[in-house]
């Protein structure tokens, strides 16, 4: 094996270990928790914790085993399902990422009436349109014979055997369901969550203006409180700003590569390196591994419900006082009251 083979193959390793363990650690939250059952975007987190678990058992192995023997590692059936699976998997986790920035888009922008917009119906009913969508492209790909293992990503994956035959058909799905599954989600994850930032930073500038007058009506200010009061200020706005980039940073990231090499192959003449192939696949599949933290086990509900894991497994006193307060720097506590909107981004 070449070195770069070697140090992709442990880089696939590592990212199938973390995303497996990460996201089993969600999905043991949600059947721990009823904190966590009783929030509606708990479900659109459980599905999106499912599908990177199956992508972390059977994609990322069926590529490191490519990798690994510098070949085609199974036989046409088995490759054929794990395309199939890869393709539906893929599209379904985007749409899940588009779902809860619809749910944090409504939390925030309609906190009076969002318990009336946002109900289990409602993300079921988002859910059942994720996997139709995502059902619809992995059958026609499979029927329309546009699966395969590609040695350029050492995977079993949207792929032309026949470079001539059927080449404008696997052109025109590619496009298509790269701009629906990939590009659609980005939209509405660039829409949504500068929709929140807006609301949120509007709200931030409200608190503090409110705060700077209420003491410089009770007291005498002194300039070193209002500096700290500034600089406070200015920290909250800093944590907003962070959640979105990393909400819609880490999605850009992990799948661009990914995206603008799948539409480059398809310019006829261009052939794609093999080990870039490989590595964009890889920031691909890192995307199941950070999900559990950008969506859910940094927030203070499946901190709490790790806590209590950890300690009934121990043996240790699991209560936690009803007294605690809820974390103001979770921008996905359930929230009732027109000023949660700060609360939700820093």
Not at 64 to 73: C, E, F, H, I, M
Request: proline letters at 3%; a positive charge; glycine letters at 4%.
């Amino acid at each position: 094996m070449h070195l770069t083979d070697i140090i992709l193959g442990a880089l696939i390793t590592v990212i199938t270990v973390v995303s497996l363990c990460s996201n089993l650690l969600v999905l043991l939250c949600f059947i721990y928790s009823t904190e966590v059952r009783a929030q509606v975007p708990g479900v659109f987190i459980l599905n999106l914790s499912f599908c990177n678990i199956i992508i972390a058992i059977m994609n990322m192995p069926a590529t490191l085993a490519g990798v690994v023997t510098n070949q085609k590692p199974f036989g046409d059936a088995f490759c054929s399902a794990i395309s199939f699976m890869e393709t539906f998997l893929t599209a379904n986790t985007t749409l899940s990422m588009a779902a809860l920035s619809i749910d944090r888009w409504i939390a925030v922008v309609f906190p009076l009436s969002y318990s009336n917009k946002m109900r289990y119906k409602d993300a079921l009913g988002m859910l059942a349109y994720a996997w139709l969508h995502s059902f619809a492209f992995s059958i026609c790909a499979l029927l329309l014979s546009l699966v395969g293992y590609s040695h350029t990503y050492a995977s079993c994956t949207l792929h032309l055997t026949e470079r001539e035959k059927g080449r404008t058909k696997f052109i025109a799905f590619s496009v298509v369901f790269l701009i629906a599954s990939f590009l659609l989600p980005l939209i509405i994850l660039c829409f949504t969550y500068l929709k929140v930032l807006k609301v949120a930073r509007f709200h931030c500038k409200r608190i503090d203006v409110i705060t700077v007058q209420t003491l410089l009506v009770l007291v005498d200010i002194h300039p070193s409180v209002k500096q700290r009061c500034l600089l406070e200020q200015k920290k909250r706005r800093q944590r907003a700003t962070k959640k979105i980039c990393i909400f819609i940073g880490s999605f850009v990231l992990c799948f661009a590569p990914y995206v603008i090499t799948r539409l480059t192959e398809l310019t006829p003449g261009i052939h794609v390196n093999h080990h870039w192939g490989i590595l964009s696949r890889c920031l691909a599949y890192s995307k199941g591994a950070l999900d559990p933290f950008v969506y859910s086990l940094l927030r203070q509900q499946y901190r709490k419900a790790l806590i209590n894991m950890t300690n009934r497994v121990l043996g240790r006193d699991t209560y936690l006082s009803s007294s605690g307060h809820s974390s103001s720097a979770d921008m996905d506590n359930n929230n009732d009251a027109a000023g949660g909107a700060f609360q939700r981004v820093s």
